[in-house]
């Protein structure tokens, strides 16, 4: 039995120790982990707690991610809860596993602390890492704060384990940003989180022998796909299960959460779509901007993993421009949440003329100046009813202007 | 709880943890050496399977042949998952939390030689180091069999693969194998040894003993492979009777670091009896070729030596 860990009411933490409180107080049976820059303090912050009987678990510190992940699915087939933390390179190595943890329907728990990909190597926070895990088939939580990463990473046992979900969770938070800088957060105490994640349940254990189970058998052409569209509609059935835990946290908590984010978009002219810190400081320049007479509202996805397609469209309705922000490297694309952003309001009534900024790469950082730059030039597309510069953008980079996709120029 | 047993026919009256519905090819020494592994003992087993002959030829949905609880996550990782695994009931039963049936469990991870001398290479040298409770088993067939004989680091030196094809400006493969047994006994692993289907009782005793020693245990199992090694299915126990006795597969275990030789042939059969049985090795009595067989013949003497003063050392 471990030791009670007596919390103020508001805490000063950096998201790193949200997230590691929250995966103490669901009682993880094994966490098994490597270290990785910005990640590591969960995991040390763990082991502390471990170390000193505030937790009762064990810690298989593995030799690299890639085993880190292997051994949460296996404990988990074994019936533990189980969790691990990771970022970038860290998260790369974990690929192959991560396609097995929701292909078996283990639900592990993985804190990423959003970090981009070498090269050339990096260690601070940009999406790289969400991005190239998005079809992993693993239900995605996003943070735009440090209290939202202690109340996602609480929520996310409650939520993989459900019965009618069984699948793994990611929890992002941004590198540097929110893992390693500190604001107030409001916890709850031991027993009324425990309480709330609930005990585990084992499903299908490898240690229950009157009914041995065969995890990770072959499938073919005959049954692979039957597997596969179920494993979908699993993650898209999620959605309500999702919403339903949202709410009792509410209930609990009076925060409220939602699927999509809407900040300030009740009279929004137009609107920015962004993932991550960025939405705070969003939010500020809006702030800033609605002075000076600019309507600007913010979307973001809160759960970006089932992708909530109707949630989106709806959100940004009524807008007459939208500029959609990328935090990653596009390799030769417009941006991932640029795309998949646009496809969801294609079959809205409304044409709003939308744009693409690449932005903060490697942790440059992004400023209000920056944003209300931004909103700017949203701002000047929904005037002119049509966009006013090329579809991609890179801001806040050094040198000459950059920008792809000019639509002007090639007719 | 090791069983006793007297006779190959009391495996046939075993419970049968690994059924005879898999798909491993006629003769091949996986079966044999698997089927007797899980039926040597009367504890629970956990089975982590890395990918590879033994993983597609046994569970290929909807149906099974695992009588027991068996997982296959990836083709490196099998050492981790069952670390993972006997983490897993040491938490459970420490918080109250294991099923009565779950008692008296071992956790037995299997893996052939290309999961276990190279692309897992590293997850077992974790996995043994962090002291886990499980024992890992090598199905050592010396080739990537399961993706069509390409060659490992356990491939001997001139064994014509797929990937070291003999040829005119070619003896096949170029490299000697690698020594995991003696990897493994570096690693401190309290036990580890080695074992061939053909000398059965000494194969089960090693098995038994392997499963009741706490902490990783790691046995390499010769797995005679009649698809790559090109020998007729029938012949599988005679080509291991010849890599036993031509010493090209020495029996012996290292126990908390004391050698002890488990088989001592009467009459040492020369190096070159037990490759020409083989056509992987065919090229070799080509004339040109004999330094190969020489040279293989001298380092087999060589590390008979070796061992037998390895024993002598750590008994004294």
């Given at each position: 039995m471990s030791k009670e860990y007596v919390l103020k009411e508001v805490e000063f933490w950096d998201g790193a120790m949200a997230s590691s409180q929250a995966l103490r107080q669901a009682e993880v049976d094994i966490m098994a982990a490597y270290p990785i820059t910005p990640s590591t303090p969960i995991i040390q912050n763990y082991a502390d707690y471990l170390s000193n009987g505030y937790v009762d678990g064990e810690y298989i510190r593995t030799e690299s991610e890639h085993a880190a992940m292997s051994a949460c699915v296996a404990a988990s087939a074994a019936g533990a809860r189980v969790t691990t933390a990771t970022s970038s390179q860290g998260f790369a190595l974990m690929i192959e596993v991560l396609y097995q943890a929701s292909g078996m329907r283990l639900p592990v728990v993985l804190n990423v602390a959003n970090r981009a990909l070498a090269a050339p190597l990096n260690v601070n926070g940009d999406h790289s890492d969400l991005y190239l895990g998005r079809d992993a088939g693993w239900i995605n939580l996003c943070t735009f704060n440090q209290q939202e990463v202690y109340d996602m990473t609480l929520m996310s046992f409650k939520i993989g384990e459900h019965k009618n979900v069984r699948l793994p969770v990611m929890v992002h938070q941004d590198g540097f940003i929110c893992s390693h800088t500190a604001q107030n957060v409001a916890p709850l105490q031991d027993d009324v989180a425990r309480k709330f994640v609930g005990d585990f349940e084992a499903v299908d254990?490898?240690?229950?022998?009157?009914r041995p189970v065969t995890y990770g058998a072959q499938t073919e052409e005959d049954w692979h796909f039957e597997h596969k569209a179920k494993q979908h509609k699993a993650i898209m059935d999620s959605i309500n299960v999702i919403e339903d835990t949202f709410e009792e946290f509410e209930k609990l908590t009076g925060r409220k959460y939602n699927a999509v984010e809407s900040y300030m978009m009740e009279d929004a002219e137009i609107a920015i779509v962004a993932l991550g810190t960025t939405i705070e400081s969003s939010i500020e320049a809006a702030r800033q901007l609605r002075e000076e007479g600019i309507k600007v509202g913010i979307v973001a996805?809160?759960?970006?993993?089932?992708?909530?397609y109707d949630k989106i469209a709806d959100a940004l309705k009524n807008v007459k421009a939208i500029g959609i922000l990328d935090r990653s490297s596009p390799g030769g694309a417009l941006g991932m949440l640029f795309n998949e952003v646009t496809a969801a309001i294609y079959t809205n009534d409304t044409k709003p003329v939308i744009n693409n900024y690449i932005y903060g790469l490697g942790g440059r950082d992004t400023t209000i100046a920056d944003l209300k730059q931004i909103a700017k030039e949203i701002q000047a597309n929904a005037d002119a009813g049509k966009l006013t510069t090329p579809v991609q953008q890179f801001s806040g980079l050094r040198g000459p202007k950059l920008s792809f996709f000019d639509m002007e120029s090639s007719k | 709880m090791s069983k006793i047993i007297k006779n190959l026919k009391q495996f046939s009256t075993a419970n049968e943890r690994l059924e005879g519905a898999h798909l491993l090819c006629?003769?091949?020494a996986h079966s044999i050496i698997v089927r007797e592994l899980v039926n040597c003992t009367d504890h629970n087993l956990v089975i982590a399977n890395a990918t590879g002959c033994m993983e597609v030829c046994t569970a290929v949905y909807p149906y099974t042949a695992w009588d027991t609880s068996w997982i296959h996550i990836g083709f490196e990782n099998a050492a981790t998952s069952a670390g993972a695994i006997a983490e897993t009931y040491k938490v459970l039963e420490r918080k109250g939390r294991l099923n009565k049936n779950a008692e008296n469990t071992k956790v037995l991870a299997i893996g052939g030689d290309g999961a276990?001398?190279?692309?897992?290479f590293q997850f077992l040298s974790g996995a043994v180091e962090r002291g886990h409770d499980f024992t890992y088993v090598c199905l050592d067939n010396e080739v990537y069999a399961n993706t069509g004989g390409q060659r490992s680091s356990s491939t001997p030196v001139g064994a014509s693969t797929t990937t070291t094809p003999a040829g005119s400006q070619s003896i096949g493969n170029k490299t000697t194998k690698k020594d995991m047994i003696g990897i493994m006994a570096a690693h401190g692993a309290p036990y580890v040894a080695q074992v061939a289907p053909n000398k059965w009782k000494d194969m089960i005793m090693k098995f038994q003993k392997a499963l009741e020693i706490n902490g990783p245990t790691f046995v390499n199992a010769m797995s005679a492979c009649t698809t790559e090694?090109?020998?007729?299915?029938?012949?599988t126990i005679t080509v291991s009777d010849l890599a036993t006795d031509s010493l090209a597969f020495p029996l012996y275990e290292i126990e908390n670091g004391v050698y002890t030789i488990n088989y001592r042939p009467k009459n040492i059969v020369p190096i070159k009896d037990y490759l020409a049985i083989q056509g992987r090795f065919k090229h070799l009595f080509k004339p040109g070729n004999e330094h190969i067989i020489e040279e293989w013949q001298k380092r087999v003497d060589k590390k008979w030596v070796q061992l037998q003063k390895m024993e002598e050392m750590t008994n004294s």
């Open positions: 254990s490898l240690l229950d022998f009157a996805p809160r759960v970006f993993r089932p992708f909530p | 006629p003769g091949c276990t001398y190279d692309i897992g090694w090109r020998f007729p299915s029938h012949q």
